[in-house]
């Protein structure tokens, strides 16, 4: 255990040290390292050419090969940009404009006028960023109802305990009260959000990964031209105690620049079976996708 904390502390004190380079100093570090893994050492290269020429059927294989180098050029920037955010503050993450949150009246009305709400998040854009949630700008420059202390991030432990501790502390980084208390093991948040339904809460659940083992499977038809399973847990949760719903969109306006939209599935998910809230979320997805092919995380098996 010992060993453990001194693990992550030289971790976390080293990629602290990192950060402090400016942002277009990990860009030039993020460039060579995507030439590294999507050239050189091609990481799972054959999962991504799979992945995008069933996804993409109607596509070239020309056209194809041009999405998976723009991928790994993204999964570099995705990286670097990573780095950078693990020793920011929320003043650092505001002034450097990095996400902005496009329809922020929509979210806190939402958020006010639900007992909790439930957002399904996905591995488009830089899901890493989500930890700056409540620092980054808006258009009107208003800020979100949402405080820190009601954010929850739902997340699947890792095998490594070392690992584990440096990623959690490096998602919530900008959150200085907060710290990694807001992040919620998978397999403890029925529990969590039943004992804590007296507090209006907001769940942020990265939803888009393949089943595990133990949540078992179930199909919803096609999502990208394949027969998908999902997993049912966090809207199993959102439609026991009637959360509102919602998709959050990541879009890459620029090198630099995310645009962060909250999408809405259903105001009451007790009104709505699990299943029909998760075909509205992957028609989403299948939709922001196809908006920017390059943006999702083709290197997952998703479909198994």
């Not at 990629?15 to 942002?23: A, D, H, R, T, V």
């Not at 007790?270 to 028609?283: L, N, V």
Request: aromatic share 10%; net charge positive.
């Amino acid at each position: 255990v010992i060993m453990n904390k001194l693990l992550v502390n030289i971790s976390r004190g080293f990629l602290k040290m990192l950060s402090l380079f400016p942002l277009k100093f990990h860009y030039f570090m993020g460039g060579i390292l995507s030439w590294l893994i999507g050239k050189v050492g091609k990481y799972r290269y054959s999962v991504v050419l799979v992945n995008l020429s069933r996804s993409f059927p109607q596509k070239k294989y020309g056209e194809i090969k041009r999405i998976a180098r723009d991928f790994y050029r993204h999964l570099g920037d995705i990286i670097a940009e990573t780095i950078w955010f693990s020793g920011s503050s929320h003043k650092r993450v505001h002034k450097s404009n990095i996400v902005s949150v496009a329809n922020p009246e929509l979210v806190s009305e939402y958020f006010n006028n639900s007992p909790s709400m439930t957002v399904l998040s996905t591995h488009c854009g830089n899901w890493e960023l989500l930890g700056g949630f409540l620092g980054y700008r808006t258009p009107s420059g208003e800020k979100i109802a949402i405080q820190e202390e009601d954010i929850r991030v739902v997340y699947k432990k890792l095998s490594s305990p070392v690992s584990d501790e440096v990623f959690k502390r490096n998602r919530v980084a900008p959150l200085e009260r907060v710290g990694t208390s807001c992040e919620i093991e998978s397999m403890n948040i029925l529990r969590h959000a039943v004992s804590n339904r007296d507090k209006r809460l907001v769940y942020i659940y990265p939803t888009d990964q393949a089943p595990y083992w133990k949540a078992g499977k179930h199909p919803i038809g096609e999502f990208m031209h394949q027969q998908t399973n999902v997993m049912l847990g966090s809207v199993g949760v959102a439609c026991k105690l009637s959360h509102s719903v919602m998709y959050m969109k990541m879009r890459r306006v620029e090198r630099g620049r995310y645009e962060m939209t909250l999408i809405p599935i259903c105001r009451n998910a007790s009104e709505m079976t699990p299943e029909q809230i998760m075909r509205k979320y992957y028609d989403l997805l299948e939709q922001e996708i196809n908006e920017t092919p390059h943006n999702w995380l083709w290197t997952h098996k998703r479909w198994k």
